[in-house]
T-cell receptor, first 109, second 117 residues
Framework: GQNIDQPTEMTATEGAIVQINCTYQ??????LFWYQQHAGEAPTFLSY??LDGLEEKGRFSSFLSRSKGYSYLLLKELQMKDSASYLC??????????WGAGTKLIIKP | DGGITQSPKYLFRKEGQNVTLSCEQN?????MYWYRQDPGQGLRLIYY???????QKGDIAEGYSVSREKKESFPLTVTSAQKNPTAFYLC????????????????FGEGSRLTVL
């Protein structure tokens, strides 16, 4: 079966750095997405990786290793507004998105 | 502004009633999707449509129905056959993936929260 694994919950301190991991086992791979979702709201796009390596976008970076079936989202200079769930999704060989359950990130002052 | 509009945002339904959730987009996207989100679970695909007048079942289509008569609109009906319909429903759209610059990123509506009483 297809599977995406993320930690259920993480806690970090304002101003610090946090890394959210995502491992996947899917039938084929055509890209990996990270989305941010605040409670009760719709997910919003953060990043897309299709080749190995690091993609940096401001305070957020996303890394992909296809051989390891692994990605992480790195958030720097954490702000209180970064408290949200972070969803990892992989596009499989049929170009269908497989979603992880999300990681709830709690930021403490 | 371009975007996706879902309505209603909150909906209460009695058991045995059908309800229809609206989803409209003005992004000129070909593909549209309906997802269901339950606490502690990933998004699960109900139905999707890649072109007008055509749609496909997702992983959890039982108890749901859709139509795609216009490019802009993809309404979802939650029927009385759906055994556990209380959930957060998300509609999304994406452009057709052509070329190397189009990632197929999904654009989401704000969601509709359905509660069965």
């Amino acid at each position: 079966g297809q599977n995406i694994d993320q930690p259920t919950e993480m806690t970090a301190t304002e101003g610090a750095i946090v890394q959210i991991n995502c491992t996947y086992q899917t039938s084929g791979f055509n890209g990996l997405f990270w989305y941010q979702q605040h409670a009760g709201e719709a997910p919003t796009f953060l990043s897309y990786n299709v080749l190995d390596g690091l993609e940096e976008k401001g305070r957020f970076s996303s890394f992909l290793s296809r051989s390891k079936g692994y990605s992480y989202l790195l958030l720097k200079e954490l702000q209180m507004k970064d408290s949200a769930s972070y969803l990892c999704a992989v596009k499989d060989s049929n170009y269908q998105l497989i979603w992880g359950a999300g990681t709830k990130l709690i930021i403490k002052p | 502004d371009g975007g996706i509009t879902q309505s209603p945002k909150y909906l209460f339904r009695k058991e045995g009633q059908n309800v229809t959730l609206s989803c409209e987009q003005n992004l000129n996207h070909d593909a549209m999707y309906w997802y269901r989100q339950d606490p502690g679970q990933g998004l699960r695909l109900i139905y999707y449509s890649q072109i007008v007048n055509d749609f496909q079942k997702g992983d959890i289509a039982e108890g749901y129905s859709v139509s795609r008569e216009k490019k802009e609109s993809f309404p979802l009906t939650v029927t009385s056959a759906q055994k556990n319909p209380t959930a957060f429903y998300l509609c999304a759209s994406s452009p057709t993936e052509t070329g190397t610059e189009n990632t197929g990123e999904l654009f989401f509506g704000e969601g509709s929260r359905l509660t069965v009483l």
